[in-house]
């Protein structure tokens, strides 16, 4: 359900509850999660934790602002994985978006980005973030780079990618799997995916569509002592103190 208790929110709230075809109400309902708009946009909120903040999607501050003015640019390890080099800009879909932090940085950093994400309150979470987005300078050339849509990629990222006649370079997987960063925020976010979308027990459906679909790389971020998805090693491997990125590369960026 969607939740709205200002007036002044509620013709955008109730356009939400129609494409997500939710009931639309103006109390919290008494357990389970639930969509809530006002004034500073979509979030997701656990009525059986009340003390935690509603989860939503910014990209004009906090975590994701920082990560792309000080995270490193083209030098930190998502971009080398992904093949970002002085000339070099592919085209990537990301298969796996979740909250589009990775699709927002790929995209700050001059990529066009297809996301896609199955669970269609968090993709909707993401999109309310993009429209919030559009209007500020600062990130309006990004998030016209960033596309958003709904849907499965472990059963359609073919047509998805056909019906957006979006042609990728490189195919980026980061499917679900247990954080160990420290912060409170991640926790939260964490613990909101996993009790809201579950495990993503069918990842390995993804890779081999990955491999079919990019015309030069596909890269997977894993933890750093996990199993390679779907048991095939990659040809390259990224490692960092947490995670890594497995690469299986197809064929040069410069081609």
């Known amino acids: 359900m969607l939740v709205c208790k200002q007036p002044s929110a509620f013709p955008q709230a109730h356009v939400w509850s129609e494409q997500l075809q939710l009931p639309l109400l103006e109390n919290n309902p008494a357990s389970g999660f639930y969509l809530l708009y006002d004034q500073q946009g979509l979030a997701l909120a656990n009525a059986d934790d009340p003390k935690v903040l509603p989860v939503r999607v910014d990209f004009l501050s ?11 640019g083209r030098g930190q390890a998502l971009a080398k994985a992904c093949g970002l ?12 978006a979740g909250l589009a932090g ?25 999109e309310d973030a993009l429209q919030r987005s559009a209007p500020d300078p600062e990130v309006a050339e990004v998030t016209a780079r960033l596309k958003m849509r709904k849907g499965d990629a472990t059963c359609e990222l073919d047509r998805l990618a056909r019906r957006e006649d979006f042609a990728p370079q490189v195919v980026y997987l980061d499917p679900m799997f247990p954080h160990t960063e420290k912060t409170a925020q991640v926790k939260k976010e964490m613990q909101f ?12 459906l993804l890779l081999d569509q990955a491999l079919n679909l990019a015309s030069h790389r596909v890269v997977v971020k894993r933890p750093r002592k996990a199993p390679p998805l779907a048991g095939k090693e990659p040809g390259l491997v ?3 103190k947490a995670n890594r990125f497995d690469i299986y590369p197809l ?3 410069r081609e």
């Open 193 to 204: 995916f996993r009790e809201l979308v579950g495990k993503d027990e069918d990842a390995d």
């Open 251 to 253: 064929k040069s960026l």
């Open 102 to 126: 990775d699709a927002f940085v790929l995209a700050s950093l001059g990529c066009d980005l297809l996301a896609i994400e199955r669970h269609p309150w968090i993709a909707a979470l993401v």
């Open 85 to 96: 080099k002085p000339g070099i800009t592919p085209r990537i879909l990301d298969a796996t």
């Open 238 to 240: 990224l490692s960092g």
């Open 62 to 72: 906090g975590a994701t602002a920082h990560r792309r003015i000080y995270g490193g």
